[in-house]
């Protein structure tokens, strides 16, 4: 079965950096669109960044010009480089694998986990 595994989260001090990664496994990786969604302590989940499989990328106007998608289809693994952390990037942040390419950063709200498949998340906090 389909399995993403989050990795690389942690705390920093605003202006740090952070690489996240996700380790998928249990379909073929190329056919899904990939996406990055988070979710801060009492509020809805929010689209971060989405990659497609000729590598086309979107962003959450939030973070364009910080974060960067990428992937790797030989290790099946995606990633999320994240730069100039602010302290309202903290946030659970979880990855995504999208057979019909549905999700979009711009999403937000309970209804996008019935998209595709997801893991289980990577705590980010950011402090002042």
């Known amino acids: 079965q389909v399995q993403l595994v989050e990795s690389g989260g942690g705390s920093v001090h605003s202006g740090g950096s952070l690489r996240l990664s996700c380790a998928a496994s249990?379909?073929?990786?190329?056919?899904?669109?990939m996406n990055w969604f988070r979710q801060a302590p009492g509020k809805e989940r929010e689209g971060v960044a989405h990659?497609?499989?000729?590598?086309?990328?979107m962003y959450r106007d939030s973070v364009k010009g910080r974060f960067t998608i990428s992937q790797n289809n030989a290790k099946n693994t995606l990633y999320l480089q994240m730069n100039s952390l602010k302290p309202e990037d903290t946030a659970s942040y979880y990855c995504?694998?999208?057979?019909?390419?549905?999700?979009?950063?711009?999403?937000?709200?309970?209804?996008?986990?019935?998209?595709?498949?997801w893991g289980q998340g990577t705590q980010v906090t950011v402090s002042s």
């Open positions: 990659i497609e499989s000729d590598g086309s990328t």
């Open positions: 249990g379909y073929t990786y190329s056919n899904y669109c």
């Open positions: 995504s694998a999208d057979p019909t390419c549905i999700l979009v950063p711009t999403m937000i709200g309970p209804e996008v986990v019935k998209f595709g498949y």
